[in-house]
């Protein structure tokens, strides 16, 4: 297993074994920005959001069919030309690669960076990734959602089955997917998993939520009136066929 702090401040070394060790039982993890050296500070990251909103607004990205989802960045950040941004410093924190590393049990690859704006729309029903289903990029893999604001379960927090990762015990459960087109229905989650197993992403600004998405989970409905911030980083394996587009 790749343990290695040689690029990790100490005070760090407890919360990364936290969150790592959450990660490897549940599938699922929660931490803050606070709680990790390195990381900038939320209002300089708020800052920094609000410019590519303002951005997105004048120029806007597809929305690829998902209507409640404004794509700020859609894997497309000029990390080059903005090294020392907010974001960039929280896409390269050493304390959030290595707790991929010790998770994955190898050097994670940086597959993803978007940022999103996901919002009220008043449509009655979940659509899409917003229902129940697996990612099958790789066995495990690692989504890090940063909050740029405050999020509920009817504010658009995502939910997540715990233990129904590849380190879990029901990993071969409802073996669905938004590739495929198919997903899980509410019933057939309670009919195989008791209420307490499943938990909501929810948490104030600043929170990084990580989870592994070859688990089962739902990405967020807003139910009430609402807006959930996000920045989302991606770590997979280098067998992930995702090509990385990160280059720091």
Request: aromatic share 10%.
């Amino acid at each position: 297993m790749l343990t290695s702090f040689r690029e990790t401040n100490l005070e760090d070394r407890e919360e990364i074994d936290r969150v790592a060790n959450s990660l490897r039982r549940d599938g699922f993890a929660i931490t803050h920005i606070g709680r990790l050296s390195g990381m900038p500070g939320i209002q300089e990251l708020q800052e920094e959001y609000d410019l590519l909103l303002e951005r997105e607004r004048q120029k806007p990205h597809s929305r690829k069919s998902k209507v409640y989802i404004e794509r700020l960045v859609d894997d497309d950040y000029d990390f080059r030309n903005n090294g020392e941004s907010p974001f960039s410093k929280f896409v390269r924190n050493s304390s959030l690669n290595t707790i991929a590393s010790i998770y994955l049990r190898l050097t994670p690859k940086k597959t993803s960076f978007k940022v999103w704006r996901s919002h009220f729309t008043g449509e009655a029903n979940r659509t899409a990734s917003q229902n129940w289903h697996r990612d099958y990029n790789e066995f495990q893999m690692i989504r890090c959602f940063l909050y740029l604001n405050n999020v509920t379960l009817q504010g658009g927090a995502g939910e997540y089955i715990v233990g129904s990762h590849y380190l879990g015990d029901s990993y071969n459960l409802l073996e669905y997917s938004e590739e495929s087109g198919t997903y899980a229905t509410d019933k057939e989650i309670s009919d195989n998993f008791d209420a307490s197993r499943v938990i909501a992403a929810e948490g104030g600004e600043g929170t990084v939520v990580l989870i592994d998405t070859a688990g089962l989970h739902r990405g967020g409905y807003h139910s009430v009136p609402s807006e959930r911030r996000v920045a989302l980083l991606t770590f997979s394996t280098a067998a992930d066929i995702m090509p990385t587009r990160i280059p720091i």
